[in-house]
């Protein structure tokens, strides 16, 4: 079983910057792709940015130039530096990790961390 804990988020004025941080656990022999997804409550989950065990990654088009995604392949660890931070961006923040253990491959979510950002 893998598990992800999320760091990081909180409340902050349009124009700030915040970092979230999540970490794996568990029974892992290798993550293929971190990610971070976000969700308003009744919308779809959607992709923010992933980033691949060999450091490709994917950004949406909604943060790109604003947001960076990173990763510790030592630590098991994902960060999200959210900079110049938009009302639009506010939403419940997940962290998202694929990979494969002794039990085969997973996918495994985070429990979420609530970002509010205020105009």
């Known amino acids: 079983q893998v598990q992800l804990v999320e760091s990081g988020g909180g409340w902050v004025q349009a124009g700030g910057s915040l970092r979230l941080s999540c970490a794996a656990s568990g029974e892992i022999f290798g993550i293929a792709a971190l990610g971070w997804y976000r969700q308003n409550s009744g919308k779809q989950r959607d992709l923010v940015a992933t980033?691949?065990?060999?450091?490709?990654?994917n950004v949406a088009d909604s943060v790109k130039g604003r947001f960076t995604i990173s990763r510790d392949n030592d630590k098991n660890v994902v960060y999200l530096q959210m900079n110049s931070l938009k009302p639009e961006d506010t939403a419940v923040y997940y962290c998202n990790a694929v990979g494969h253990g002794p039990n085969g491959d997973f996918g495994s979510w985070g429990q979420g961390t609530q970002v509010t950002v205020s105009s």
């Open positions: 980033i691949t065990s060999g450091g490709s990654t």
